[in-house]
């Protein structure tokens, strides 16, 4: 089992700069790939960016490649997601994701709210 706990999450202004961590517990943090998946209000929850469990390979959803950047600590059983240049759309929960690199089961995060607005 793994548990996940998403902050850093807020209100920013259009153009603005957010930072979401995603700490885990309860499993070896390194053998579990991560995400970061987003759901707004009345649309589908789509990934936003993923990291393998080493953090040396990456993938980033069309709407978000060259503003998000993915990254872990694997130290620090932690994962992030820098958001820059944030625009209106971004707005919605975000969701971290662990998914085991042998088993293939999966844990969610409850998510944090971002809202981008003026």
């Known amino acids: 089992q793994v548990q996940l706990v998403e902050s850093g999450g807020g209100l920013v202004q259009p153009g603005g700069s957010l930072r979401l961590s995603c700490a885990a517990s309860?499993?070896?943090?390194?053998?579990?790939?991560m995400s970061w998946y987003r759901q707004a209000p009345g649309k589908e929850r789509e990934l936003v960016a993923i990291i393998a469990t080493f953090g040396d390979r990456t993938n980033y959803g069309d709407s978000v490649k060259g503003r998000f950047s993915i990254s872990r600590d694997n130290a620090k059983s932690t994962v992030y997601l820098q958001m820059n240049s944030l625009k209106p759309e971004d707005t919605a929960v975000y969701y971290c994701?662990?998914?085991?690199?042998?088993?293939?089961?999966?844990?969610w995060g409850q998510g944090t709210q971002v809202t981008v607005s003026s």
């Open positions: 309860g499993s070896t943090f390194s053998s579990h790939a």
């Open positions: 994701k662990a998914r085991n690199a042998y088993t293939q089961n999966e844990y």
